[in-house]
């Protein structure tokens, strides 16, 4: 399985941006797919997953009501629409997917790993 995640950028304080992931492989679609985010300086942190069919969503207290997590299975792609976005939510953004059922929320529990997408909040 590939992820590549496209959409990040510079946006001001207060601002919207939405992030894709796409997948590709056999049975991509199949997989619970979740957001985590990495900060310079910290340790990679959950934001948001979905479960294969989206019914199912997970989030991070951090980002509730403000960002949503959702999936297109007919495009075999991820996103992550952020709004009323911080400057604590600058990071390197990963989509990733899981092998296991459900909405896993630790990053030991996705096999797949995108390459990343910068996003930076200024104030």
């Known amino acids: 399985v590939q992820l590549v995640e496209s959409g990040g950028g510079l946006v001001q304080a207060g601002g919207s941006l939405r992030l894709s992931c796409a997948a590709s492989g056999p049975t991509s679609s199949r997989y619970p797919m979740c957001w985590f985010r990495q900060a310079p300086g910290k340790e990679r942190e959950f934001v948001a997953a979905t479960s294969w069919n989206g019914r199912s969503t997970n989030y991070a207290d951090s980002v509730k009501g403000r960002f949503t997590c959702s999936r297109d299975n007919n495009k075999n792609t991820v996103y992550l629409q952020m ?31 995108g390459q990343g997408s910068q996003v930076t909040v200024s104030s």
């Open 83 to 113: 709004n009323s976005l911080k400057p604590e939510d600058t990071a390197v953004y990963y989509c990733a997917a899981s092998l296991r059922s459900g909405v896993p929320g630790e990053a030991y529990e996705y096999a797949y790993w």
